[in-house]
Nanobody, 122 residues
Framework: QVQLVESGGGSVQTGGSLRLSCKAS?????MGWFRQAPGKEREGVAG???????AYAESVKGRFTIYKESATNSLILEMNNLEPDDTGIYYC???????????????????WGQGTQVTVAS
């Protein structure tokens, strides 16, 4: 198991930016960010395999960037041009093995953080 602790959430206006950080007990090959809005199912936002293979949900492409910060054992999600539909609790997730191209299937990940709230006001 991998311990994950998210931080960096907050409240911003439409068009604003936030940087989410997930401090991990260790970085794994396959990691990702998911979010859950009130009354909706958890959905995949962005995933990363090894250091450079990334995937993004269509709704966030061009606005969000995921990467690993090895110096601090952290998974980062930079979010720009935020929209009200980006509101939700954001979760960091990790899988000990490879991603095998499955970045947005929550059941594929075995370790989860407690989540951090992101609120975007219109």
């Amino acid at each position: 198991q991998v311990q994950l602790v998210e931080s960096g959430g907050g409240s911003v206006q439409t068009g604003g930016s936030l940087r989410l950080s997930c401090k991990a007990s260790r970085l794994t090959y396959c990691m990702g960010w998911f979010r859950q809005a009130p009354g909706k199912e958890r959905e995949g936002v962005a995933g990363i395999h090894t250091e450079s293979t990334t995937a993004y949900a269509e709704s966030v492409k061009g606005r969000f960037t995921i990467y690993k910060e090895s110096a601090t054992n952290s998974l980062i999600l930079e979010m720009n041009n935020l929209e009200p539909d980006d509101t939700g609790i954001y979760y960091c997730a990790a899988r000990l093995g490879f991603c095998y191209g499955s970045y947005f299937n929550a059941s594929h990940f075995t370790s989860w953080g407690q989540g951090t709230q992101v609120t975007v006001a219109s």
